[in-house]
């Protein structure tokens, strides 16, 4: 067996912890290499004797224990990240594909680890579960099990008991060394790093043991000054995070690149978070432990209660890095990325050849940014709308038509007291003829009362008139004092047809008002003239009616009150209008 | 905008409430508000 590479994990054998208020022991490990550095797996034993596995790798800590399935499994070579599989009616996503070679054990093992040997594993994770398939053996091991933080673990009797978790504090171990090509003082803050671009020279130095290995060798055309210097130090979601990488990253879309910063947070018990910058506009994002299960090009998916949909989708490639990063960096990386928003929040789909991995990114105001990290250089100016900018539009609409409803239902509640509560009612209604003559005559209405003083007084004629016209002067008169009021109206209704199109014109029906009527005892006095278009008497249904409610207020006011929420919702797309013009793959459904 | 929303809105109503209360329609055709003496008119129908 070959020796341990010692790294600066802080486990050891003899190290205790809990998961699922089961108290457990590591009683052993073995360590994998692979393409991108080292891992390790530690062999736990729980207070009842059954055994299971913690995995340290990438910053992420995943409990699993050995179970059968009794589905058939793939074979390794037909996996493909990304790719969906059904295991006893569950379904996973394959997130990772690696060859690795075990390469050294320690302390008590279910196995003999010997020389080493090769392994392939498929890493498949689901909404709550993650899952390992071991192909060293045949069939190949099943390992079931879930992402904990090291928090939840409650860790002790840690490697460097000085460096242990007291009193809420992070176990920082920070390692310092100097860049093998320019001698540049240079830290690693976790265990879990394994690659450092070196800001003097750029070169980029592999750090998987204590001897630190030069990857590339000031090799780096490009130079970037970060914003926010690395080795700030700064609180977001009650978390203090220290940025330890920086990350040029650009897309190209018909000819044009987008360039965008990413840097990578460090917490000692949170782990690896990541600032990403565009144009101004900065989102906190952190990797998915459990990453929805959506298959490659699909324009939309359900998550965690929220509708996402495809903004964006193309080629990502790392321009420049400096800093410490959890996985060997390069310069010319590429990886295709999908990225899925419902602002705030945007998933990010990167997908690599042996590879994929979901974050979760939530914007912040530069503002936000800049306070908490105590940031005094002005902040970079935003430009346009971002893909996850939430809009402030949205809220606003929501209370301007809150108002709106409030408004129009007040008017509606106003509209039905004077309709039905404040005396709209029928004085009188009586039928009338309008006899057939040459000349002008008169008809005089029933007797009507007026109790009090009319705000208003209407006159409707409801007639059968048709295909001629009539002319009307009604006079209002009150019996004992003599007072009247006049007013004049014209009706006429014309119907025919033409061809096999029938066409009206006019109404046979009238109103009019009489404003301000005081009290006492009326009649109506109609003078008319029949037109000789149609030579027959018109029957006519007079209503007068004590202080009717005009519904045109109503509908006037409501098309006034109309008016601001058609205008923020308008104001509300325009917004969103802004942000689909960024992406390729289409806008706003409403 | 909110508060202007909010006050302009309240005027609007209260101008609803009041065109209401006083029989304004922008659409009804009123009548002659003049008001005339007709001679004689008690108990007896009009003639011009």
Known sequence: MADLLEDSSLLQIGSEGSFRERHFVVIGRIQLQYRSGLWNEWHIVFDDGRGAWLAEAAGELIVSAQVQVSDPLPAFEALAPAMEVALDGRRFTVTDLQTARCIAGQGELPFRVAAGYDVNTADLRSSDRFLTIDYSEAPPLVFVGQSVTFAELQLGKLKDHRLAPTGGTSPLAVRAFNCPHCAAPLTIHSPAIESIACGSCGSIIGVGNDNVQLLVRAAQALRVVPWLPLGSVGTLAGVEWQAIGFMRRSTYSEGTEYPWSEYLLFNAQAGFAWLIEYQGHWSFARTLASPPAVSPGRAGFRHGGRDYRLFSRGSAEVRYVVGEFYWRVAVGDRCHVDDYICPPLMLSRELTAGEVSWSQAEYLEPGELSAAFGVATPAIPRVGVYANQPNPLVDRHRRVCGVFWKLALTAILVQLAFAYLFASQVVLKQALVFAELDEEASVRSQDFVLGSRARTLLVRHSTDLDNNWLSLSSTLVEKNTGEAYTGVQEISYYSGSTGSERWYEGSPSDEMVFNGVPAGSYYLLVEYQLGSDRRVAVVDTLEIIRNPAAWSNLLLLLIFLAIFPLWSRWRRNAFEARRWNESDLGGEDE | ?48
């Open chain 2, 1 to 48: 905008m909110i508060k202007f929303n909010w006050l302009a809105g309240v005027l609007a109503l209260l101008l609803f409430v009041n065109a209401q209360y006083q029989g304004w329609s922008l659409f009804a055709s009123a009548a002659g508000t003049q008001a005339a003496r007709v001679a004689g008119s008690s108990g007896r129908s009009f003639h011009k």
